[in-house]
């Protein structure tokens, strides 16, 4: 087994990501109406999302577009990346289940990888990492069954696993992330959260979709329209990144979807696939 960060080679930030293309109008709604969606606009976001993460340091690895797969640009849903392994889960929606080899085959350059056993599903938007806690969110996406079998799958690993009851939104990351080990940002209407052992960072009640925000380093990568919330991080002393990502909502995606992150080698962490940060 590889366990990354245990040898002399410093650690970076890789972040696994897939564009879009037209294929995103005919992407999974479950909680929203299906508006047009401006794909040029939403290529443009995307683009900007890789952009900002190069421009933090993250060495990004980009996978080819998955045409027949609408929904193949929130690369977050297929799995689930720890310290000591990748775990492939079963993403709830069927139609997405054809994304996770080419997940796999990349994230095979930095993890072991292990799969989730059926029949139950998971979908990475529903795990919420805090140190050895994994808070996963009991959706339409995410099972009894897929629950029980994440659980035995990082057992080993000395993760713990707690449900969380979600309502009225497609992931437990559509209602809250976490902004550091011990810190989350929740729309708590969304998520139960009562006896979490976490600070909670409450966003406005109009600004839901600030809960989701991106942890890189000491940066947050935080929703551009959720204009209070951007004030509340920022009072609250961490460093914000707006990134605009308005036409991926009306897929019903948010900021974690578009990328799996996770530390590497510096060694892993370069290569042909990579679009790397200039050197300083
Ligand atoms: C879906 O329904 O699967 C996609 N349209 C949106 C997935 C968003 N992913 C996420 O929140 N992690």
């Known amino acids: 087994m590889k366990v990354v960060g245990l040898g002399s080679l410093p650690l970076v930030l890789v972040a696994i990501t897939r564009p879009t293309g037209p294929e995103l109008a005919r992407c999974e709604l479950t909680h929203i109406d299906r508006v047009p969606i401006d794909i040029d606009r939403a290529m443009e976001q995307h683009a900007a999302y890789v952009a900002t993460l190069v421009d933090l340091g993250v060495s990004v690895h980009e996978l080819d577009r998955l045409p027949g797969h609408p929904d193949a640009v929130f690369v977050e849903d297929t799995a689930l990346v720890l310290d000591a392994l990748a775990v492939m889960l079963r993403p709830g929606a069927v139609s997405r289940r054809g994304e996770l080899s080419s997940v796999a085959e990349a994230l095979a350059r930095y993890r072991e990888v292990v799969w989730l056993e059926g ?19 009991r959706t339409s996406r995410s099972d009894v069954a897929g629950i029980t079998a994440l659980e035995a799958a990082v057992a080993p690993f000395d993760y713990v696993v707690r449900e969380v009851t979600v309502t009225d939104c497609l992931h437990l990351k559509t209602a809250a992330t976490a902004v550091d080990h011990e810190t989350i940002i929740a729309h708590r209407p969304f998520a139960d959260l009562d006896g979490v052992d976490a600070r909670i960072i409450e966003v406005p009640p109009d600004e839901p979709q600030g809960a989701n925000v ?54 892993e962490g370069s290569g042909s696939t990579l679009r790397s940060p200039a050197p300083q």
Do not use: H, N, W, Y
């Open 119 to 137: 029949p139950g599903s998971v979908d990475g938007g529903d795990v919420i990492v805090l140190g050895r806690t994994l808070l996963v969110g």
């Open 214 to 267: 991106v942890s890189v380093g000491a940066t947050l990568l935080a929703d551009a329209t959720a204009q209070l919330t951007l004030r509340i991080l920022e009072k609250a002393g961490f460093d914000i990144r707006p990134v605009d990502v308005s036409e991926f909502a009306k897929a019903e995606g948010a900021l974690t979807c578009k990328s799996l992150i996770l530390t590497a080698s510096s060694r």
